[in-house]
């Protein structure tokens, strides 16, 4: 079992940048693929990017490729998401998730481990 902590939200103006951070309790971290959802106002939960348990493999969101980053250190039990030239539509709650199932990465469903979200608000 993990429990994940996230932080680094805020506000950002559009065009700036944030980096979030997931901590991950426990020492096996590494046996775990981690992924950011991202959830707006009257929307859906809706998936932004993975990263499998080695960090070799990456998923991203086709309105978020080329502008965030997704990344890992399993030494500090930590994953990251950069996130550059921010949009206002990229408001929303994000929350890092972890799975040791082979389900499809893409969907909600598939992790068993959430963390309880930090607000990232985008001004225009």
């Known amino acids: 079992q993990v429990q994940l902590v996230e932080s680094g939200g805020g506000l950002v103006q559009a065009g700036g940048s944030l980096r979030l951070s997931c901590a991950a309790s426990?020492?096996?971290?590494?046996?775990?693929?981690m992924a950011w959802f991202r959830q707006a106002p009257g929307k859906e939960r809706e998936f932004v990017t993975a990263?499998?348990?080695?960090?070799?493999?990456?998923y991203y969101a086709d309105s978020v490729k080329g502008r965030f980053a997704i990344s890992r250190d399993n030494a500090k039990n930590t994953g990251y998401l950069q996130m550059n030239s921010l949009k206002p539509e990229d408001t929303a709650v994000y929350y890092c998730?972890?799975?040791?199932?082979?389900?499809?990465?893409?969907?909600?469903?598939?992790?068993?481990?959430w963390g309880q979200g930090t607000q990232v608000t985008v001004s225009s």
């Open positions: 998730a972890a799975k040791r199932n082979s389900g499809n990465v893409y969907l909600s469903q598939t992790y068993d481990y």
């Open positions: 990263l499998s348990r080695s960090g070799d493999r990456m």
């Open positions: 426990g020492r096996t971290f590494s046996t775990y693929a």
